[in-house]
């Protein structure tokens, strides 16, 4: 069975950093892209972020462009997203999900800035 399990979430001031994690299991992660997707309040589903199965290389969305970082640790199964320069437009769930669309993702993890 697929598990997906984010933490990190937290409130943080305006320009603050939190760092996301994601714990895999049931499925070879190594082998998949992941991704970061998230919904703020009253909206959809927003990609985030992807990163390829060797951490070569990186996408982002251009809302956090220069202020997030994607990366994995394939030996421990765990996807992060580090988040930096925060603004009050990034409070949102944020999920890790194994396809872009946000489908199979976990139960996500909040994140709320504001001052």
């Known amino acids: 069975e697929v598990q997906l399990v984010e933490s990190g979430g937290g409130l943080v001031q305006p320009g603050g950093s939190l760092r996301l994690s994601c714990a895999a299991s049931g499925f070879m992660f190594s082998r998949f892209f992941m991704h970061w997707v998230r919904q703020a309040p009253g909206k959809g589903l927003e990609w985030v972020s992807t990163?390829?199965?060797?951490?070569?290389?990186?996408d982002y969305a251009d809302s956090v462009k220069g202020r997030f970082t994607i990366s994995r640790d394939n030996a421990k199964n765990t996807l992060y997203l580090q988040m930096t320069s925060l603004k009050t437009e990034d409070t949102a769930v944020y999920y890790c999900?194994?396809?872009?669309?946000?489908?199979?993702r976990g139960q996500g993890t909040q994140v709320t800035v504001s001052s």
């Open positions: 990163i390829d199965p060797f951490s070569d290389t990186a």
């Open positions: 999900a194994i396809y872009r669309s946000g489908s199979s």
